[in-house]
């Protein structure tokens, strides 16, 4: 959610934020939504203000004998009374008006995002290891398939974009989710949660999936929705709160996640990049505003661990402003080399969402010896997603005899285990 002050005092700057956003001028809607909410809220303060008064003049008349100035009082009182539910309603609707509106509007991207439409126009920031030359590399579903990674069971039991994983690589799948949350929990100070996976509607709109994005989302029959991310139940750990403590706050869990994958009919429709079901290690941190770009380094270079301590290669890529996600401001995607198809592809996308959330969550803070709150800053990213990590490690670790190599770090999970074969 923005902040309406800051539409009053800066339209132009908002509408040129808007503009890199690829989106049409809208402060002069905005502003005049929030002139009719204040009309609104006067027309209220009004009323209320003059039958207080009114009421507070009849007893003194009363007291005078003044009768009859004290029934002409009455008379505007009740006249009041009977006026003002209509006043209320209408100022309710003024504010849900203005609030709706803010509430379909992205976030606006700092200076440093770079411009584009696309990702296209993503710039490249930095590479880490040397892409794994390997002959007639297969693809991850082609490995997987004498290793307990089965999808025609999945297809007849619940349909397209799910997977069983049997033995082997159900153990690997156990040992790579594992390993993260370790990892981040023990070398980066996060603290383990393990959260609810349904919530409710002011969750998602907490960190706002809710309104815009419904068609990305399960729902269930009693009005609650599945979890797209652990983002959403970590991030509204501070909902309606002012926190006291030092910050940061860092949350990590480790969940299955629910999406509908809407609009991405066509897209890697074989294998596990792209399911309906999958588990990821997400990361949450609650910081001040002056903490918050720091921490997105940091919590960038927690992801980046893991695929550093994993042999892995990958890049790191900064999005463009048409790239981005609608709640961050910035956004780091990184991106991990796959032999089977000779490129690399996203395995974590860490963002800086500045205030934007935490207007829509109310979350504050008190600064240590100063009046008053602020609101916090949330930030958020992938630790990674663990059906990703899989397809990477297969892929960059598979053998011509069809086993695959475990990584090292991943050997003490899996028993001593040096490599996976066939079922």
Known sequence: MHDIRFIRENPAAFDAGLARRGLEPLSATILEADAQARSAQTSVDTML??????????????????????????????????????????KRSADKVLVDLLSTIPNLPV??????????DNAEVARWGEPVEIANAREHFDIGAALGLDFESAQVVSGARFAYLRGPIARLNRAIGQFMLDTHTETFGYQEVVPPVLVRDDALFGTAQLPKFAEDLF???????????????????????????DLPLRFTALTLCFRSEAGAAGKDTRGLIRQHQFDKCELVSITTPEQSDDEHERMTGAAEHILQSLDLPYRRILLCSGDMGFSARK??????????????????????????????MNARYRPAGEKGTKFVHTLNGSGLAVGRTLVAILENYQNEDGSVTIP????????????????
């Open 331 to 360: 956004t780091y995607d990184l991106e991990v080399w796959l032999p089977g198809q000779g490129k690399y592809r996203e395995i974590s996308s860490c963002s800086n969402c500045g205030d934007f959330q935490a207007r829509r």
């Open 408 to 423: 090292e770090v991943l050997r003490p999970y899996m028993g001593g285990l040096d490599r996976i074969t066939a079922l």
């Open 219 to 245: 729902a269930t029959t009693d009005g609650r929705w599945l979890i797209p991310t652990a983002e959403v139940s970590l991030t509204n750990l501070v909902r309606e709160q002012i926190l006291d403590g």
């Open 49 to 90: 203000a003059t039958r207080n008064a009114a009421s507070k003049q009849i007893g003194a008349l009363m007291g005078k004998g003044d009768k009859e100035g004290a029934a002409a009082l009455k008379a505007e009182v009740e006249a009041i009374k009977l006026d003002l539910p209509a006043k209320e309603e209408a």
């Open 111 to 120: 200076d440093e995002v770079p411009q584009g439409a696309d990702e296209n």
